[in-house]
């Protein structure tokens, strides 16, 4: 509510908002106006489709996203494993624009004016809004890979951490490798996108070698001094299913590679590899981290969990990994939609004149493969809480599966279909 | 001065006192928790194998709900999920699907 300042009020006139915010009380009135949300991710397309249904278009929403279409990472792992394809994992924003009616932009933000409530666009377009709604994922850290730095050098050591073409050259450095060699993952300190996602991609690559080159290794080098989730249950996969495929080294901090000679520079050696892949160090994507947004830890983007605005930038609302998480809250495309959602019930609240919701509700699953068909998965459920101003997670729910199971298999990939079609269809 | 203060002044004073309760939406936010697995407004995708919510009976969708936490209704996920609602949440969450076609 604070947000809307006097010069705001006056320029907008008998603008959509000003009227809504005036009106807004009174019952049967809707909200309107103009959001624009950066990123077409799980956090962005979901914001910009609820935002459509539940105003049922009254509110005009502009979607800007650099890429064509949609690529999830859920599932990508799969890919590199080599049971799924990059097309299983692409999916076309035609829904939102046609059915939903959000004007999707392929384009990229470079800069925002918050007192004008402009964003810039790449090719030199500019989009005026009444609020705006980030959700641009994560950027890596290079300076904390300097080898790394280079265009080139990101082409032969790859991420494939945020899926497309990364995840599909990956799998074909993998199909090209010799059997005997080494897979080597390093795994940054947490927090990072998908606390699962690197022992998900272990085990994959692993069951790809068990029947295709059984005398190769996986090597996963993890900065933190332990497993960050699901542990007993990917300990379990790996002694069970990879005992002589799979090595894992806790405390394994990346500090710089050897591109040439792919070798992971820890502090006292040096790890050789045929496949290298690192996960760099990451913090809020780009757009949200460099346009004065309030940032904790200088990496990610503090927010007031009933609107998802952030605490220092009125009328900017940011979701998804970018964000500086509520406690045990993880960066999972299935949080990012979660808060979308709470992004788009807070938005139309405010655009008309009313509080937003002062219990809100998240809740978290990820799914991982173990291989090509069992899953393991952990659940939470966050409710707000008003003494600490944030969304805490409720003790006694939420767990993690009795043991991987074929079952979970079957849902994980049920998860996806439906998450995508609450995303984009 | 904020204007938007007075705008939330109208609303106090136009409202009844309860403005939370009174939030119309309240339901509807709750139940698009579920979507992510359950479909939007509890439309499943059809043949993905998850189970559609949309126009269950409230109390049939409540009594389902009260077997997943209690432990009697067999689950993979559903009694982790359930816990972390309160009656309340349910309540209003079942009825939100009930009401839809
Ligand atoms: C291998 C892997 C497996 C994973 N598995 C799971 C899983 O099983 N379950 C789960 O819940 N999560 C999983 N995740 C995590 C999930 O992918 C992320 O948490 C989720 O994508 C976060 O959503 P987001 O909206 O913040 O960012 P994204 O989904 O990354 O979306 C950001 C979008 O913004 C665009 N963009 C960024 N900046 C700009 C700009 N300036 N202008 C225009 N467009 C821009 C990008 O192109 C991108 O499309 C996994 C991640 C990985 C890497």
């Known amino acids: ?425 | 001065m904020k204007l938007s203060h007075i705008a939330a002044a109208f609303c106090l004073a136009g409202m009844a006192a309860s403005a939370a309760a009174a939030d119309p939406h309240l339901g509807r936010n709750l139940a698009a928790t579920c979507a992510n697995c359950h479909g939007t407004n509890g439309k499943a995708v059809p043949g993905s194998g998850m189970d559609a919510l949309a126009g269950m009976e409230k109390e049939k969708l409540l009594q389902k709900l009260k077997d997943f936490k209690s432990g009697v209704k067999p689950a993979t996920i559903m009694h982790q999920i359930s816990k972390g609602y309160t009656d309340e949440q349910m309540d209003l969450i079942a009825a939100y699907y009930a009401a839809q076609k």
């Not at chain 1, 995840?167 to 947490?190: H, N, S």
């Not at chain 1, 500086?324 to 979308?340: D, I, L, R, V």
């Open chain 1, 1 to 425: 509510m604070k947000n809307i300042n006097r010069r705001d009020f006056l320029k907008l006139g008998a603008g959509a908002a000003a009227m809504a915010g005036l009106y807004g009380c009174t019952s049967g009135t809707r909200a309107s106006g103009h959001v624009v949300v950066v990123g077409g991710g799980y956090g962005g397309a979901t914001v910009a489709k609820y935002l459509r249904m539940w105003s049922e278009g009254q509110v005009q929403v502009t979607l800007v996203e650099r890429n064509t279409d949609f690529v999830s990472c859920p599932i990508s792992n799969l890919v590199i494993g080599g049971s799924k394809t990059l097309a299983d994992i692409t999916i076309s924003y035609a829904n939102l624009q046609h059915k939903w009616g959000v004007r999707v932009i392929r384009d990229e933000a470079v800069g925002i004016d918050a007192g004008a409530r402009k964003v810039k666009l790449a090719q030199g377009g500019e989009l005026s809004y009444d609020r705006l709604v980030l959700s641009p994922g994560i950027d890596f850290m290079w300076d904390q890979v300097p080898a790394l730095k280079s265009a080139e050098a990101q082409q032969q050591i790859l991420h494939a951490w945020k899926a497309g073409p990364q995840t599909v050259a990956l799998r074909k450095q993998l199909e090209d490798m010799k059997d005997g060699g080494v897979y080597a993952i390093t795994i940054p300190k947490a927090p990072y996108r998908c606390p699962p996602g690197p022992y998900e991609r272990a085990c994959l690559v692993a069951n790809y070698f068990k029947t295709a080159k059984p005398r190769s290794k996986v090597l996963i080098l993890d900065a933190n001094e332990d497993v960050q989730s699901k542990k007993a249950l990917f300990t379990k996969a790996w002694s069970d299913l990879y005992k002589d495929i799979i090595e894992y080294r806790p405390n394994s901090e990346l500090k710089d590679v050897d591109v040439a000679g792919k070798a992971a520079v820890l502090e006292f050696d040096q790890v050789k590899a045929d496949v290298l892949n690192v996960i760099p160090p990451q913090r809020a994507g780009q757009i949200a981290a460099s346009t004065g947004l309030k940032l904790i830890n200088n990496r990610w983007v503090d927010v007031n969990w009933l609107s998802m605005e952030s605490t220092s930038t009125p009328g900017v609302h940011v979701l998804g990994d970018a964000l500086f998480p509520a406690p045990t809250m993880p960066k999972s495309g299935h949080m990012a939609n979660q808060h979308g959602k709470l992004a788009a019930a807070a938005i139309l609240n405010l655009l008309a004149g009313q509080e937003p919701n002062p219990a809100p509700v998240l809740m978290n699953t990820c799914y991982s493969f173990v291989d090509s068909k069992n899953v393991i998965h952990v659940a939470s459920v966050h409710q707000y809480d008003a003494a600490t101003k944030t969304v805490q997670p409720v003790k006694g729910a939420g767990g993690v599966s009795a043991a991987r199971n074929e079952l979970e298999g079957k849902i994980a990939m049920a998860w996806a279909q439906n998450i995508w079609a609450d995303m984009l269809t």
